[in-house]
């Protein structure tokens, strides 16, 4: 095996270069090099200085979460950080790339830190549900005083290395780290005893003992916005713990509540969706020596809502594009759209001027369906009708360059048949973004029975560089994400007639940690919409039919299953709504009761679970943690329950299958799909299928 940690000298500085690819992370193994090499370095008498560096793209990307569900092994990173504190020689950190979590506790307990450009220094912790555990709530805060830690704790986002210096995270940012460090290491070893520490460094930390009201302002606001999550709250708190105990008592105690939280449900759940995002991204299993093509030039047919949002993703990451609309009226209306929302996010100050003009000018806009000739994927936002994007894919087959990605935005239709109108199926697939396309970051890579692998490693490849979490999925009518919402409305306006009103079942779904429930959802993406595919399709939704034919057609008219004052977008139980659902239901002989949370949760999630069961028996997703991610990041199932697969096994299969079969004998849409019934009935869970990859 090679050396986990290789020891260099230079002169009087002993460098000790992590090197543990892909991300050096800090597992039991290499915290027992580093120890060792620690001690060697302190035991060389012609060293009189150390620095930790690393080798490859990052200095580390911390501890390896695996590890979180083991015994703790010594030497802990704890040990390893209390080894380093009491060196007698300063140790100084060469921080390059990415140094997070552990990484960047370990060089907190340094005598000194530098770093490199293109440093990104942070605690992601919070984003699995944990907070800092070998000292990161108790030694950032005396290094860029505890307001500033406790932002960049609670966020878990990273500081990029000018705002790390100007901070005091790092004393220097030089182009050539290794050698800023040795510098900063014999400064150090020549200077005065006892060698600075942290540990010993409240300097920070006096203004605001004296005077805390801003910093318990800020305590409370994250207490506020937390929204049922317990980690930023413990995060906050640790932090406060800087203020009022002295720092072996506060690290005592942040280890404490770091322990108790990795055994947490929510942070149990934050890690299967950390893991199951991994996993979701990767294209796979394809034949060797499938590569990606590079996307140089795109093209997007369609200005409306979604090409416009596509357009501006590509704009985004420095990709030109050309957009195809048919009229000029479409085009100006489109550009116009996305003009606003660039100036919303200049007005906001996360976007300068010069960049707008720069990603306005990516974007070439033209009537002229010929110019997608130069593009290497052309992805198609047209209307969502059959007819209308086979015939847009007949003219992109002839227009097109030969090696062109042909791609549909389509939310539901069969992207086969559509790829079957060109003679090149192999070239085609499905790239299912979600509205806002500029925001949303799932994005449902459907692929088609004929897609080549290159074809859907492009879309994969595009998808991640557009910023996208991009899952690859099978063609069905919605593919994974809207055919499982489809479940989940099957049993909404039946509680509606039975008694919930629209408030009472968003209420529970936001209860149970969804940005927004289906009544509010509807109303903001216009209940019309449903409605017209209903009269096509002769579905009934007897209450949302009966809001549209009174012409409320949700936020956009101010009034659907709520009434929205005049510009406002929060939704107001309006008592009409109330009343049409009660004369519904006595009309249809329903004697209306009080109907819990606990049931709509059950009505609404359980048939969701189902149909991701069967889309999983399909092969449609390939495992279930591919769906968990589908629902967090497209629908806003709450990160920290794992996602509705993951979901339904901590509730267990067992119940979701006895509770459907119970609501089935009223309406048998409800009954479990096959493969939840034989899940429940063997004892497993979901997850007991993970790593059965199915085609997709
Ligand atoms: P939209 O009505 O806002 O825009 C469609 C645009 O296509 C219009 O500007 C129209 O002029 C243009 N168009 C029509 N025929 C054309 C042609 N032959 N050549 C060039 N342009 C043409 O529609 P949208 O909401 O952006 O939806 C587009 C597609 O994206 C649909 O397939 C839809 O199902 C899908 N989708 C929509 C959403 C959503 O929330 N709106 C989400 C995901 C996917």
């Known amino acids: 095996m090679a050396e986990l940690v290789s020891i260099s000298r230079d002169g009087d500085v002993a460098v000790l270069t992590i090197d543990n690819p892909p991300v050096n992370a800090l597992g039991h193994t290499m915290r027992i090099a580093l120890a060792a090499a620690l001690d060697g370095a302190v035991a060389d008498p012609a060293a009189k200085g150390i620095v930790i560096a690393a080798a490859g793209r990052m200095f580390s990307g911390g501890v390896d979460i695996h590890e979180f569900n083991a015994p703790a092994r010594f030497p802990t990173l704890p040990d390893l950080i209390a080894k380093v504190e009491a060196s007698p020689k300063p140790v100084v950190a060469a921080l390059h790339g990415i140094a997070y979590g552990g990484a960047l506790e370990l060089s907190l307990a340094c005598h000194g830190r530098v770093a490199a450009p293109d440093a990104k220094l942070g605690l992601p912790e919070v984003k699995i549900g944990l907070i800092p555990g070998a000292g990161g709530t108790q030694r950032l805060p005396r290094a860029i005083g505890p307001l500033k830690a406790l932002q960049v704790i609670v966020a878990g986002e990273p500081l990029a290395a000018p705002d790390a210096l100007a901070a005091g995270l790092v004393s220097a940012v030089g182009a050539d780290v290794v050698a800023e460090a040795k510098a900063l290491a014999r400064k150090l070893a020549a200077g005065p005893r006892p060698l600075p520490l942290l540990r010993n460094d409240d300097s920070k930390l006096a203004p605001v003992k004296a005077d805390r009201t801003a910093f318990d302002a800020a305590v409370a606001d994250v207490a506020k916005k937390a929204r049922g999550l317990t980690a930023p709250v413990e995060c906050a708190k640790a932090v406060a713990m800087t203020l009022e105990l002295p720092i072996d008592e506060g690290l005592k105690r942040e280890r404490a509540t770091f322990d108790a939280l990795t055994k947490d449900a929510q942070s149990l759940g934050l890690r299967h969706h950390f893991f199951a995002e991994r996993e979701a991204t990767k294209p796979g299993a394809l034949p060797a020596g499938t590569e990606p093509h590079a996307v140089a030039r795109a093209a997007v047919i369609g200005a409306g809502t979604m090409g416009g949002g596509i357009a501006m993703c590509f704009a985004n990451a420095g990709i030109p594009v050309t957009l195809v609309d048919t009229g000029d009226e479409a085009l100006k209306r489109g550009l116009a759209t996305i003009e606003r929302n660039y100036a919303t996010t200049v007005k906001r100050g996360r976007l300068s001027e010069t960049e707008m003009a720069a990603r306005m000018a990516r974007i070439t806009p033209t009537t002229d369906i010929g110019a997608v000739a130069d593009a290497d994927i052309v992805i198609e936002a047209v209307f969502e009708e059959m007819d209308l994007k086979k015939r847009v894919f007949a003219e992109l087959d002839r227009l097109a360059r030969p090696d062109a990605v042909l791609a549909t935005n389509t939310s539901y239709l069969d992207v086969d048949a559509i790829a079957a109108t060109t003679k090149r199926p192999g070239s085609v697939l499905g790239t299912h973004f979600f509205s806002p396309a500029n925001v949303m970051r799932l994005l449902e890579v459907v692929r088609g029975k004929a897609t080549r692998p290159d074809v859907l490693a492009t879309a994969m490849a595009l998808g991640r560089k557009l910023g996208k979490v991009p899952v690859p999925v099978g063609v ?221």
């Open 476 to 696: 069905c009518h919605g593919f994974v994400g809207n055919r499982m919402l489809h479940a989940r409305a099957i049993e909404a306006e039946p509680l509606l007639l039975e008694g919930a009103l629209p408030q009472d079942i968003d209420g529970a779904l936001t209860a149970f940690g969804f940005p927004m429930g289906p009544f509010a959802m509807g109303d903001m993406a216009g209940l019309d919409v449903g409605w017209r595919i209903r009269k096509a399709t002769g579905e009934q939704a007897e209450i949302a039919d009966a809001l549209c034919e009174k012409g409320r057609f949700g936020q956009k008219t101010g009034r659907g299953f709520y009434i929205y004052e005049a510009g406002s977008r929060t939704p107001t139980p309006d008592p009409e709504v109330e009343a049409l659902i009660a004369e519904t239901a006595a009309r249809r002989g329903v004697t209306r009761r009080k109907i819990g949370a606990d049931e709509i949760i059950e009505r609404l999630l359980y048939p969701l679970v189902s149909e991701g069961a069967q889309i999983l028996d399909e092969g449609i997703a390939r495992r279930p943690g591919d769906i968990d991610v589908v629902w967090v990041y497209g629908y806003g199932f709450p990160a920290w329950r794992g996602g509705p697969m993951y979901w339904a096994d901590q509730v267990g299969l067992g119940h979701i299958r006895d509770r459907l079969l119970h609501y089935a004998e009223r309406n048998p849409a409800l009954k479990p799909s096959p493969l939840l019934s034989r899940l429940a009935d063997e004892g497993r869970g979901f997850a007991s299928l993970d790593g059965v990859e199915k085609a997709a």
